[in-house]
């Protein structure tokens, strides 16, 4: 033991590798399911506003002026089912740090976002990855815990395959857990359906929500949690006080109303999603329907890696992704026609 050495559980931590962020410009990029478009115009006009703002003075802890606009939006039946975060990735944690002590254990199912394993890990927590069934549907041991499981994080759709469990079976499972059920719906506005009403008949259901796909606001850090009212008292505690700084609060404020946008900037991408499945499945992949904004593929060749390397040689990044005792594929976001056309253009010759 040095006198710099970390906390001995940080020692066996598994770190979480984002996806790669080149400078702009560069790359067509594919990796990472940011939206290929620009945010609303409304949301450049409030930020330009913004920047003439209170600056100087610390931001409402608790972004109120978003929760008001969002729980109207989401038709919830008040503001306090709201907790804004930095990111949904920030609710994460708090959701990790609020409900699994050291030593206890969270669930995930495999493969799906990594990142839920390093939050445990940080907090010196067990974790217990259940794989999904063939067909990606859960097991039915994933519903079943004992008394140290204190929290299941389930995020729907998925990644990496974009696939979704129904929401009546959702329903079951937060019936039969003896903890929180978090239902991850940083793609649900691709899916058209999500898990929000579950929230009011489940206490033990809550439903994590970011800006950074759908409303195409990545690089503001704005995610926020739908709970009961009681809990997020409490987890609000734990969060920092300024999580949210104003020039996010007044972007993610903007975005969330502009729900036309939203619905116009879905069904393009959607369609987007349709054509690239298509044309994968032509070329010889094996193409998971996808309820998100990324498309999960695998090759019988199983030159995933070679692939991968091909299209970044050629400027185009996609999500090159290799699960231990599960397997490899790569992970591809949906961007505009031009740019999904590109990279297919790419796949092809390299097939050829
Ligand atoms: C992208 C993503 C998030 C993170 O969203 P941020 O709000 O950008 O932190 C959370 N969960 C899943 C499953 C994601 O893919």
Redesign the pocket.
């Known amino acids: 033991m040095s006198k710099t050495d970390l906390r001995p559980a940080l020692s066996r931590m598994l770190p979480y590798t984002p996806g790669e962020q080149p400078p702009p410009g560069k790359f067509i990029k594919l990796n990472t ?1 940011e939206s290929p478009y620009p945010p609303p115009q409304e949301v450049i006009r409030a930020i330009q506003d913004a920047a003439t703002g209170p600056l100087n003075r610390y931001p409402d802890p608790t972004a109120r002026s978003f929760r008001n606009e969002a729980s109207r939006v989401l038709g919830l039946p008040s503001p306090d089912w709201i907790l804004a975060g930095n ?4 609710i ?1 944690t708090i959701l990790v740090r609020g409900f699994v002590g050291e030593g206890q254990k969270l669930r995930l199912p495999y493969p799906s ?1 990594i990142l839920y394993r390093t939050l445990a890990d940080i907090q010196g927590a067990r974790w217990e990855q259940t794989p999904f069934l063939d067909g990606w549907h859960l097991p039915t041991m994933f519903g079943q815990g004992d008394a140290d499981l204190r929290l299941v994080l389930l ?1 729907n759709p998925n ?1 990496p395959s974009g696939t979704i469990v129904p929401k009546d079976e959702i329903a079951k499972l937060a019936e039969s857990l003896p903890c929180p059920l978090v239902v ?1 719906e ?2 649900a506005d691709f899916a058209g359906d999500n898990c929000l009403d579950l929230v009011r008949s489940h206490d033990n259901i809550l439903v ?1 929500r ?4 759908s409303y195409a606001l ?1 690089g503001i ?1 704005f ?1 926020f949690l739908v709970g009961s009212p009681a809990i997020l008292g409490k987890l609000g505690n734990i969060k920092d006080s300024y999580n949210c700084d104003y020039l996010a609060t007044v972007a993610a404020t903007a975005a969330i109303g502009a729900q036309d946008w939203l619905r116009e900037t879905v069904e393009t991408m959607n369609q987007t999603r349709a054509r690239m499945e298509t044309r994968l499945a032509e070329l010889g992949f094996n193409v998971t329907p996808s309820k998100a904004n990324f498309v999960w593929c695998t090759h019988p060749s199983g030159e995933h890696e070679a692939m991968h390397q091909f299209l970044k040689k050629n400027q185009v990044l996609v999500r090159y992704m290799n699960f231990p005792d599960w397997g490899d594929g790569l992970r591809i976001s949906v961007g505009t026609d031009q740019q999904v056309d590109a990279c297919l253009m790419l796949l092809e010759r390299y097939l050829s």
């Open positions: 399911n990111g949904s990735d920030e994460l976002y995020p990644s991850d940083a793609y994590t970011t800006l950074s796909k990545a850090r995610g």
